[in-house]
Structure formats: structure tokens, C-alpha cells
């Protein structure tokens, strides 16, 4: 297999447009365990939303290893280094073996009756007091699909709050909305298998090669394979991809729009539009090129920053395209003006008619290995099965399902986004938050307010985790989660592929899943439907899928043909699938008709500037009726632009060895040598201004707080810096003294309008050589 973290993506297989990409089995098994001792268990790896799938190695009732399945369509049997040695996290000794309760201020064991009678007691107390607006819920992307749908009816149906988001929020919220304003629901329209058709990619703020690794290696096979497509990427850095890129625009981060809208320009005034099918499958056209119109290639190479003739360059080989595969990721969807950029992308495939068709599509991607489930279950800012808050037949159809009366589920508004549920704790209208399988201490910006809000006596805090997180510092009670690999279920990646994930081993000590907990909470605290039996009617895994397949019949994502039986046929297999389509559906929209009818909707759409929510008049009149929506949007600056106090511009990501805040890659350890350590990104033009070279200890700081860490002299575009933001407060890997290093230190408390998406990818910052490491000073 050779050393896959110097190799992240392997030995290349190359192949044609077109072809079927060859398969390769990767495989590590920790030392001295002989493969004969294996019994080998179906799944797929949720360390990100590509999903590949996994098998998963058992020996004496212990996970010792994994191995790409090469059936499955995702992968091909390839793993990137996070699916290879990420599971080692299960075996940890820091597991989390039985439930704490804070006792004179410190967290101690606890029995499971004792923690689960101290959180109902707790709820009932918020809810005599204050109502079901007391109470709050915030989930992952990283449970399973049973776990968010059990969480989704007893949240929506049995407590009766809005106040339940998902970190989906951070993450691929603007995914869901860019969808839902284009093509009027939520749902990936392509397929993997467009990547291997595709004659051209245009990548906006995504770096492929270390955050979807095996995506890259498929398409770096591409790449050095005949029939090379062409590649045009948008990113501040010079990443990998861009290295490969026939055109790399190192915009200025929180200028996308700008951008888009030029090339958009570009492709308008030198006739590179379809006309046939943008007149017969969109609306929208005629505003759009009038928004456009004032973006031409001078104007946005100066609000950009990069050259007018690589916007152009850029264009013609967008505009020549025949195959052409957008993906856009959190480049756009935390950068500024998140929704209205990223439906640019959309439109960019609109215009050029590329949808619907092997080698044509647009991937607003997601980035969690069960995102799409948590919105489609309805455990975020959507109701279950993509309807739609405002229609109440939709809210009618939920509650029949559910055995309700309708107006038990609240809709009176959307659902209460993350930063506004918090919001609420931090006034004090919210006083119970219920935190499950996500790590806001690191994760959510400007982390001093995140840390006084978490931190206040009269908010309860429960925390479900594998592991003592920096968040279950602040928690009244912790649960132990089992994880994957210890629990059976569901997910979905991002092109609509459905995997079973069986359980292989027992979790550890009272370690129990997710589902179990909210089942045994929601009939401890007495949650009936309206004839009075328990709200919840499912006990196993299998029984909650079967239940969603029903909730999702005649939806855009319909699992009502699927099974844990059919999953367990050796590959995933794509939603929709229904009795008229039992093998699953490979791409969305290939009859060009898309969702938009005002009946079938997810959402009647925004304006794009303001984020004001659309009534159901707004969106008959525009009369689009199956036909994909064009929307167009003017650029607007950064709330906070660089001036004389803070210089420059700060953004942040990933690195392909950790998994954000860590929890499970710092516990891997060939990733967590791979990257033990903090870092901060400097241009050699700055470095060289501000005296910093390779390895000094710098201060990064901004309004709002500072972090410290080792410089990188890189090629990211002179003014901007970048920090990955894995590297966690109370972090014990190596830094400078006592000096914070999270990147969430300086961010601020912004959202884009429309998705509501944290801006974690523009601030304004100052740079300084910081003093030596406190253990070197003497
Ligand atoms: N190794 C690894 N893989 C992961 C994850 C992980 O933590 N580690 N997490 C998973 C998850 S949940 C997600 S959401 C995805 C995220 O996957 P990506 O979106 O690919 O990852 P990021 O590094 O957050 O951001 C991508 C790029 O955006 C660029 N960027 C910053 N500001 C701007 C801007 O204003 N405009 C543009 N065009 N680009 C900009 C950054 O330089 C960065 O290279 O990765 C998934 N995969
Ligand atoms: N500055 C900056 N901040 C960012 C981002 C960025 O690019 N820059 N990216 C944002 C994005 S895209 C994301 S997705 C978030 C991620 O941020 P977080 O969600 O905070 O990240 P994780 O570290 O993955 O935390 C997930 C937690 O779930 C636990 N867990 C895993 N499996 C299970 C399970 O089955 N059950 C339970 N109960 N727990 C489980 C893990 O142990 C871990 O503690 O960060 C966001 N924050
Ligand atoms: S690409 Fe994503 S899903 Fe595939 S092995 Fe890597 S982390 Fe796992
Ligand atoms: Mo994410």
C-alpha cells in the first residue's frame, strides 16, 4: 500500500473519458493480526460526505482494521488516509464508558438512570417554566440517519420547539439552500460517475485534494489519464489542485461573487449560453444579465484581486466546455455572500445547459459524512423529508405521519438556526441545550462568547460524546456515545448514495447509540402522540429506516424501496429509489424538469442580498413550474474589510490528516504525527514585511481574540492569512506556552442571510512575530 500519509492518494490508476475507473483495494490492519483471524463487516467510512465505502476488520470482539470495498460505486475500493487509520479512535482508552453528573461542580460517574432522570427532571422543569421556546437542541452531521430522525420527531412532534439546528449549520446549510432557491428542494443533481465523463471542472473554494481525497484521487486519475480535462480553480491558496489547474484565480477571499458574476458576464456577451435550454428549462435570464452587465473582467480583476485575462481565460474554457462539473464548498459557503455565490455556480452550469447528463452537473457539496441525513430528516433548518415550513399541506402530511395534530409541530417560523438558538441561551429565553455529536467549544466562532454562553449557571448543558470534548467541560451532564462501528445505521453522501453501517463490536462499558438514548428520554419524559400511546413507535435501527422510507414516499428523496436487506448487496445504492425504481436513481433532472412546482417545493426562496423570506406569492409569480431558477445578486464588500489596525485578511480550513476539532484524528496515530501541531499560512511577501520566517512563533489576532503558532512561508496570496481551526483551546499538542491556538478565537458573529452560515472564512487580522515558546524562555 506504501506510506499513505506521504502518499495521500496512492499509486495512480489513470483512464479515459468516460471509462470505468479501475478499482483498488486499500487496506491497513494493525500489527501482529493474521488475516485469517478477520471477520470482515459492511459500512462506510464517516470521517467526510464522500462516503467510500468500508469494511470494517474484526478480531476477538475488536475493530483492528479496515479495507475499501471494491463493489462499492463511491470508491472503487480506495481510502484516503483519515478512512484508513481514523477508526483507531474507537479503541481509545479516553472512551467515554458511562454517563457523568456534575456533583459540586465537578463531573463524576453516574449511573444512566441517575443522568437520564436528572436531564428529564431538568426538561420538565424548562418546560413548566418557560415552555417548549426553553428548550434547545443542537446535533451534528456525524450521527446516523435513525439517530437524526428519532431526534427530529421527538425535538418537532413531542416538545414542540423550533429551537433544533444541526452543526450542518457551519457546514453545508448553504448547500441546502443554494439547492432549494435553484431548483427549488434540496438534493445533489449528479453523480460520482460525472467526474469520470466530465471534459472540464470548475472547483470555487474547495481544496479536493486534502478534504474528498479519494474524489481527487478519481480525478487525478483523470488528469494524468488520456482525455485530460480541464481545470479552472478559485481559491486564495495555492492548493494541490490549483497547482494542476489550467487557470487558478487566487481571488481575495470574501470576493467570490464578484467573480461569478464576471464570468457569468463573460459567458453572455460571447454567446456561450445555451439559449435552447436556458428559454425551455430555466426563468430568470433577463435579470440576471442585467445584474451581470456591470461585472466585467476590469472591474472585478481590481475587486478581486487576480488578472482580467485569467477571468477570461477562465470563462473561454468554462464557455467551451461540453462535459462540464462545477463543485463548490466552503470556500463559498463560509465565505461572504455564501448563498447568493454559490447559486452563481448553479447558474454557470444553467447557462451552459450542463445538467442532468453524465459529465454535466453542479455539486454544492456537503462535507460531513451524514449532512444530507440531517437535512433531510429534518434535524436542522428543514422539515422531514424536504417539505416545506410554509405549506401547510406539507406540515399536514408530517403530521399525519406522525399521529399529531398539526398544529403540534411548530411552523410558525423557520426553524431556529444554531447562532440564534444561542442567542437565546445567552439572553436567557433559552435554558436547556441538548448537544449531541458535535464540538462547539472549538468549532463555533469568536470562541470567548461561545465559552461565556456554554458557561453560565442557568443554562443546562447535556453533551453526547464518545469523548470528554472542550465542550463537555461546560456540560451539566455527559452521555456516552457509541459510535460508529458500534451501532447499526444509515447515511447518505453527497451524491445521493445510501450505505448501511452494521454494527461490528460493542461499544465500550455503558456506551450506548444516540437513537437508544432519545428513545428512552423522550419515554421517560412521557412524549405521546394524540391518541395518547408513546410518540416514538420504533425500537430497532432497522424499524426507524423503514418508518423514514414511508416519511419520504412521493419526496424528493424517496427511500421508500430501500431496505437494510437491499443495502447489504455490496454497494450503496443512490436515492430516489422506489418500486418504479428499484436499483436507485443515478442523476436528478435528467427530463430538465426540476422541483420548483409551489405544491412540491422545499422552500419559496430568499432575496439573496437581504435574506427575506419569500411568501408563496412571490414564488408563483415568478412561474417557474419545473423550470430551474435563475438568480441574480449584486456584490457587496466584507463587513469587516482590512484598514490600518488589522492589515490583512484571515481565513481557515483543513489539512487532510484531521478531522476538525480532533476528536478522533488526534487519536490516530500516524495522523496525529502527520500534523501534531498548529499552524498559521503567510505569503513570502508578508513574511519577508513582518521579519517572519519558516517556524517563528507568530501572533495572528483579531477584534476579537489571538492565537499563536508556527509560521508556513506558502504561495496563499499576498495579504491573506490562513489557519486551520483543528487545533482546539484546551488542546495539549505542542504550543506556545499558554497561547490559544484555535482559529475560532478571531472569527466573528456573522452569517450569511440567507443560509445562515458562520462567515468563518473572512475576518480582518494583524500579524506579529510572537515571543519564543514559554518552555524556551528561561
Ligand atoms: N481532511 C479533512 N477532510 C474533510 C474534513 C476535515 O476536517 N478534514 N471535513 C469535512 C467537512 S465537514 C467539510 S465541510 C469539508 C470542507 O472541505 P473544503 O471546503 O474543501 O475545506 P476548507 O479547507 O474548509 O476550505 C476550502 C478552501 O476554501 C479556500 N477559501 C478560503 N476563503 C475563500 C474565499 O473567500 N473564496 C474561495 N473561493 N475560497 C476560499 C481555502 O483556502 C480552502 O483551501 O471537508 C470534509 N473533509
Ligand atoms: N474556523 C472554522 N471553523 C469551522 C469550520 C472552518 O472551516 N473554519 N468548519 C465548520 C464545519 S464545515 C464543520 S462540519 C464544523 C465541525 O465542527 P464539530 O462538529 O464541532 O467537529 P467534530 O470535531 O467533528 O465534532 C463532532 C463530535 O461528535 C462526536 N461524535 C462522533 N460520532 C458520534 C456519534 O455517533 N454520536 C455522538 N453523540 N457523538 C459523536 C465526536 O467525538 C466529536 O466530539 O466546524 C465548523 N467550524
Ligand atoms: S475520502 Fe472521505 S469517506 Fe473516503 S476514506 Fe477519506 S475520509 Fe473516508
Ligand atoms: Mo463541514
Redesign the pocket.
Known amino acids: 500500500m506504501g506510506d499513505r500519509i506521504a502518499e495521500i492518494w496512492g499509486s495512480r490508476t489513470p483512464y479515459p473519458a468516460g471509462g470505468d475507473w479501475p478499482a483498488r483495494v486499500d487496506e491497513f490492519v494493525e500489527d501482529g493480526v493474521g488475516a485469517d483471524g478477520i471477520d470482515w463487516v459492511q459500512s462506510a467510512c464517516v470521517?467526510?460526505?464522500n462516503g467510500c465505502g468500508i469494511d470494517i476488520g474484526v478480531h476477538d470482539g475488536r475493530i483492528v482494521g479496515v479495507r475499501g470495498r471494491s463493489e462499492d460505486r463511491v470508491n472503487h475500493g480506495r481510502l484516503g488516509p483519515?478512512g484508513l487509520f481514523g477508526w483507531q479512535a474507537n479503541n481509545s482508552p479516553d472512551r467515554l464508558t458511562t454517563p457523568l453528573v456534575r456533583r459540586d461542580g465537578e463531573l463524576e460517574p453516574a449511573s444512566w438512570d441517575e443522568a437520564l432522570d436528572l436531564v428529564v427532571d431538568r426538561s420538565r422543569q424548562v418546560l413548566d417554566e418557560q415552555g417548549p421556546l426553553g428548550m434547545g437542541f443542537y446535533t451534528s452531521?456525524q450521527l446516523f440517519l435513525e439517530d437524526y430522525y428519532t431526534l427530529a420527531l421527538m425535538v418537532r412532534g413531542g416538545i414542540g420547539t423550533p429551537h433544533l439546528d444541526g452543526n450542518t449549520r457551519l457546514?453545508?446549510a448553504t448547500s441546502d439552500f443554494a439547492l432549494k432557491e435553484t431548483f427549488g428542494t434540496d438534493g445533489a443533481p449528479g453523480s460520482l460517475t460525472d467526474f469520470d465523463n466530465c471534459d472540464t471542472l470548475f472547483a470555487?473554494?474547495?481544496?479536493?485534494p486534502?478534504?474528498?481525497?479519494v474524489l481527487w484521487s478519481r480525478m487525478l486519475d483523470r488528469l494524468q489519464g488520456p482525455d485530460r480535462p480541464k481545470l479552472v480553480v478559485?481559491?486564495?491558496?495555492r492548493?494541490r489542485i490549483a497547482q494542476e489547474a489550467d487557470v487558478h484565480l487566487a481571488?481575495?477571499?470574501?470576493?467570490?461573487l464578484a467573480l461569478l458574476n464576471a464570468i457569468q458576464h463573460e459567458l453572455i456577451a460571447n454567446g456561450w449560453v445555451d439559449k435552447e435550454f436556458v428559454d425551455a428549462h430555466t426563468v430568470g435570464l433577463e435579470k440576471l444579465a442585467s445584474t451581470v452587465a456591470a461585472y466585467p473582467p476590469e472591474r472585478v480583476a481590481e475587486i478581486c484581486g487576480v488578472e482580467a485575462d485569467d477571468i477570461r481565460a477562465a470563462a473561454r474554457i468554462i464557455g467551451s466546455s461540453e462535459r462540464l462539473v462545477s463543485t463548490c464548498?466552503?470556500?463559498?459557503?463560509?465565505?461572504?455572500q455564501a448563498t447568493a455565490s454559490a447559486c452563481q455556480v448553479n447558474n454557470i452550469n444553467l447557462l451552459r445547459g450542463m445538467i442532468g447528463k453524465p459529465g454535466a452537473s453542479v455539486f454544492q457539496?456537503?462535507?460531513?459524512p451524514t449532512?444530507q441525513n440531517t437535512r433531510e430528516t429534518g434535524a436542522n433548518g428543514d422539515l422531514t423529508g424536504m417539505r416545506n415550513w410554509q405549506n401547510p399541506s406539507h406540515v399536514e402530511e408530517l403530521a399525519k405521519l406522525w399521529n399529531l395534530e398539526p398544529a403540534q409541530i411548530p411552523s410558525w417560523g423557520p426553524p431556529t438556526h444554531i447562532m440564534q438558538i444561542l442567542r437565546y441561551a445567552e439572553e436567557g429565553s433559552v435554558r436547556f441545550l441538548w448537544i449531541t455529536g458535535t464540538n462547539p467549544a472549538v468549532s463555533l466562532p469568536e470562541l470567548h462568547r461561545i465559552r461565556s454562553i456554554l458557561g453560565q449557571d442557568r443554562l443546562f448543558v447535556v453533551v453526547s460524546d464518545p469523548f470528554l470534548t472542550e465542550t463537555a467541560e461546560f456540560a451539566d451532564v455527559v452521555l456516552p456515545a457509541a459510535i460508529w462501528g458500534e451501532k447499526t445505521g444509515t447515511f447518505t453522501n453527497h451524491d445521493r448514495t445510501v450505505h448501511l453501517s452494521e454494527k461490528a463490536v460493542e461499544p465500550p462499558g455503558q456506551a450506548r447509540p444516540d437513537m437508544d438514548i432519545f428513545i428512552d428520554y423522550a419515554n421517560r419524559l412521557g412524549l405521546k402522540d394524540k391518541d395518547g400511546r408513546p410518540l416514538i413507535k420504533w425500537r430497532t435501527p432497522e424499524e426507524c429506516f423503514a418508518a423514514f422510507g414511508e416519511a419520504t414516499r412521493g419526496r424528493p428523496c424517496d427511500y421508500s424501496g430501500l431496505s437494510y436487506q437491499k443495502l447489504r448487496g455490496g454497494s450503496g445504492i443512490q436515492w430516489p429509489c422506489t418500486e418504479d425504481s428499484p436499483e436507485g436513481t443515478e442523476r436528478l433532472y435528467s427530463d430538465h424538469v426540476f422541483n420548483t412546482q409551489p405544491d412540491y417545493c422545499e422552500d419559496y426562496g430568499h432575496d439573496l442580498l437581504t435574506g427575506a423570506a419569500h411568501e408563496r406569492k412571490d414564488f408563483t409569480d415568478q412561474q417557474a413550474d419545473g423550470r430551474a431558477i435563475l438568480k441574480a445578486a449584486d456584490f457587496s464588500p466584507p463587513h469587516e474589510p482590512p484598514d490600518d489596525d488589522y492589515p490583512l485578511l484571515f481565513?481557515?480550513?483543513?489539512?487532510?490528516?484531521?478531522?476538525?476539532t480532533r476528536t478522533k484524528t488526534r487519536r490516530a496515530p500516524q495522523l496525529q504525527a502527520a500534523a501534531p501541531e498548529a499552524w498559521v499560512e503567510l505569503g513570502t511577501t508578508d513574511a519577508e514585511r513582518l521579519g517572519v520566517a519558516e517556524g517563528d512563533f507568530v501572533r495572528v489576532e483579531s477584534r476579537r481574540g489571538y492565537l499563536e503558532a508556527k509560521a508556513r512561508v506558502t504561495d496563499v496570496r499576498e495579504g491573506v492569512v490562513?489557519a486551520p481551526f483543528?487545533y482546539g483551546y484546551w488542546d495539549k499538542a505542542p504550543r506556545n506556552g499558554d497561547a490559544p491556538t484555535a482559529a475560532n478565537e478571531l472569527t466573528s458573529t456573522e452569517w450569511d442571510p440567507v443560509s445562515k452560515q458562520p462567515l468563518f472564512?473572512?475576518a480582518a487580522v494583524r500579524v506579529t512575530k510572537a515571543g519564543r515558546p514559554v518552555e524556551e524562555r528561561s
Open positions: 470521517l467526510c460526505s483519515k452531521g457546514c453545508t470555487v473554494g474547495h481544496n479536493m486534502e478534504t474528498h481525497t478559485v481559491d486564495p491558496r492548493t481571488l481575495r477571499n470574501g470576493t467570490n464548498l466552503q470556500g463559498v459557503y463560509q465565505s461572504h457539496l456537503n462535507g460531513q449532512a481565513t481557515t480550513g483543513r489539512t487532510a490528516y484531521h478531522f476538525h490562513f483543528h472564512k473572512v
